[in-house]
């Protein structure tokens, strides 16, 4: 079983529509969960930083980490198109694991 | 601040010949990583530095070699490439080993 595991898509949705993304992981122990952006050759970019539990939200972003059940959530409200990446979940403590990647297409 | 810096952003390369890529940070961070990026695999660590003066392996260590060189800087060695290693490569600093990464614009390095 991989250490985290990420639908890798790919997803299309129409714009204004709610997104959600989506990692499991399978070491109970980790207490850091990022979400990054990945542009089409571009470097990973930081999105969304929690630490432990609990829900995270920054404009139309939202994290949540539910430690339970060992699962972490990206949404997207109102998804423009400028949202159009693939996004990377992160997972660890002092190094990290990262997903394979979801992409994301948002449809004008 | 420009944040992670590599260079080059693109290289070519034959079997056995060897190269060095770099990266550099002017967020003072403590912690450098480097990660390679291929289709299908994510991104897996190679080597990192927890601090100045001290360097681990990582998941996919073998064929490569770092060093860094001060706070700053934090370079990757290829000794003799191999067509395996063509790749994505990211280099990515922190404030210290748990925590957010931040991540440079890549290197990406073709073996022929």
């Known amino acids: 079983q991989k250490e985290v595991e990420q639908d890798p898509g790919p997803l299309s949705v129409p714009e204004g529509a709610i997104v959600s993304l989506n990692c499991t992981y399978s070491?109970?122990?980790?207490?850091?969960f990022m979400w990054y952006r990945q542009y089409s050759r571009k470097g990973p970019e930081l999105l969304m930083y929690t630490y432990s539990s609990g829900n995270k939200e920054d404009g139309r972003f939202t994290a949540q980490v539910d430690k339970s059940s060992k699962y972490i959530s990206l949404f997207i409200r109102d998804s423009q198109p400028s949202d159009s990446a693939t996004y990377l979940c992160a997972i660890g403590n002092e190094k990290l694991t990262f997903g394979t990647g979801t992409r994301l297409t948002i449809i004008p | 601040n420009a944040g992670v810096t590599q260079t080059p952003k693109f290289q070519v390369l034959k079997t056995g010949q060897s190269m060095t890529l770099q990266c550099a940070q002017d967020?003072?961070?403590?912690?450098m990583y480097w990660y390679r990026q291929d289709p299908g695999m994510g991104l897996r660590l190679i080597y990192y530095?927890?601090?100045?003066?001290?360097?681990d392996k990582g998941e996919v260590p073998n064929g490569y070699n770092v060093s860094r060189l001060n706070k700053r800087e934090f370079s990757l060695r290829l000794e003799s490439a191999a067509p395996s290693q063509t790749s994505v490569y990211f280099c990515?600093?922190?404030?210290?080993?748990?925590?957010?990464?931040?991540f440079g614009p890549g290197t990406r390095l073709l073996v022929l």
């Open positions: 070491n109970s122990a980790f207490q850091y």
């Open positions: 967020m003072n961070h403590n912690s």
């Open positions: 530095s927890a601090s100045e003066g001290t360097t």
């Open positions: 990515a600093s922190s404030d210290g080993l748990a925590g957010p990464q931040y």
